[in-house]
């Protein structure tokens, strides 16, 4: 469920989660997300993640168009991403306090509001598979399908702000494939599926090391190429630019 990278261009809580089956004969949304978990690693090694520093590229090989990302997180929620575009110039990101923020120089500074808002914070979750419980209200098997030619349960996850997005996960594997959803942006909301493939073991966890997102019909693949992790991030990587503060309501 990472794709931090491409969509960035509770156990015992007091959080309540509505889980159903579509058909009793399919495995429960829950233990198909629970199962991707111990897949991908489990839960000690989940809980040993408490920084990210990652790097790779974005590439859209019909425009010839290539960046370079870097991309900090720490937890639980502080994110900072760079994607340096070859001729184009610098897009930044990130999340902290509960602001959404992007600038660019193309389309200046901006504060996220509303749905992409939410969606941001979401996607900033550092371990967000593993709190899957905290970001959505409600999980459902909706039945099968083939992805890539493997066959995948198909669950529907529902935040508890915004529109459901639905993940593929492999039966034989437990390996979550594509998602399906409806990402907000500045440009208005545009449909996209986001296809995930060669997971690799990064400090324990395995994560999709190659991520294509198909929307607006065009095709954009981001390639992680390292991702350090628990290595100290200086606090002030995430502190709001000037142009965002400036942005800020008054107090």
Same mark, same amino acid.
């Given at each position: ?7 960035? &261009? ?18 429960? =949304? +829950? ?31 019909? /425009? ?9 997180? /720490? ?23 509960? $602001?959404?923020?992007?600038?660019? =120089? ?17 996607? /900033? ?21 083939? $992805? ?7 669950? $529907? ?38 296809? =995930? ?8 966890? &395995? ?7 198909? =929307? ?12 350090? $992790?628990? +290595? ?20």
């Amino acid at each position: 469920m990472n794709r931090r990278f491409v969509l960035a &261009l509770i156990v015992g809580a007091p959080f309540a989660v509505s889980i159903q089956a579509a058909d009793p004969d399919l495995p429960s =949304a +829950e233990s198909i997300l629970d199962r991707y978990i111990e897949v991908t690693g489990g839960k000690a090694a989940y809980e040993r993640h408490k920084s990210e520093i990652a790097t790779g590229k974005l590439e859209f090989a019909a /425009a010839g168009v290539k960046g370079a990302i870097v991309q900090y997180s /720490a937890a639980p929620d502080k994110y900072y991403s760079s994607l340096d575009i070859d001729g184009i110039g610098k897009v930044e990101m990130g999340v902290v306090d509960g $602001v959404a923020w992007e600038k660019s =120089a193309l389309l200046g500074a901006r504060i996220k509001t509303g749905e992409e808002r939410a969606q941001a914070i979401r996607e /900033a979750r550092l371990n967000a598979p593993y709190h899957w419980r905290e970001l959505y209200s409600k999980v459902e098997t909706a039945g099968t399908d083939t $992805v890539n030619g493997e066959d995948c349960y198909k669950v $529907v996850l529902t935040p508890k702000e915004g529109r459901p997005e639905t993940m593929y996960f492999e039966k034989k594997s437990g390996l979550m494939r594509k998602t399906t959803l409806i990402a907000a942006s500045q440009m208005g909301d545009v449909s996209a599926d986001v296809i =995930a493939a060669e997971y690799k073991d990064f400090g324990g966890v &395995l994560i999709p090391s190659k991520v294509t997102q198909k =929307a607006a019909g065009q095709e954009f693949t981001t390639t992680i190429d390292a991702i350090k $992790v628990n +290595e100290e991030i200086p606090a002030a990587r995430f502190d709001l630019p000037a142009e965002i503060k400036a942005l800020l309501p008054k107090k």
